[in-house]
């Protein structure tokens, strides 16, 4: 089993900057490709990006192109999502999840979750 839990959510201002963060325990963090992808009220969770599991590739959203940006930490077990230029439609919980399988872009072929971390963004 891994446990992921993210973070660095919170409530920012349009055209600020935000870094999310998941951290992986249970198993080896490297044998995962990770993914983020985030859900509004009344709204399916929608893929962000995704990161192959030596960080060698990634995918992105059209939302997410030119503005965020998915990376990893393997020595320190970690996924990041660096958002910047943040719109008001960014606002959304921020899911981070794990599988063996690389390049999956729908939430329901990821096996593994986190709890989720709230990002809001006000104009």
């Known amino acids: 089993q891994v446990q992921l839990v993210e973070s660095g959510g919170g409530l920012v201002e349009a055209g600020d900057s935000l870094r999310l963060f998941c951290v992986a325990s249970?198993?080896?963090?490297?044998?995962?490709?990770m993914g983020w992808f985030r859900q509004a009220p009344g709204k399916v969770r929608e893929f962000v990006a995704t990161?192959?599991?030596?960080?060698?590739?990634?995918m992105y959203a059209d939302s997410a192109k030119g503005r965020f940006t998915i990376s990893r930490d393997n020595a320190k077990n970690t996924v990041y999502l660096q958002m910047n230029t943040l719109k008001p439609e960014d606002t959304a919980v921020y899911y981070c999840?794990?599988?063996?399988?690389?390049?999956?872009?729908?939430?329901?072929?990821?096996?593994?979750w986190g709890q989720g971390t709230q990002v809001t963004v006000s104009s």
């Open positions: 249970g198993r080896t963090f490297s044998d995962y490709a």
């Open positions: 990161i192959t599991k030596n960080g060698g590739e990634t």
């Open positions: 999840a794990a599988d063996w399988r690389p390049f999956l872009l729908n939430w329901v072929d990821y096996r593994y």
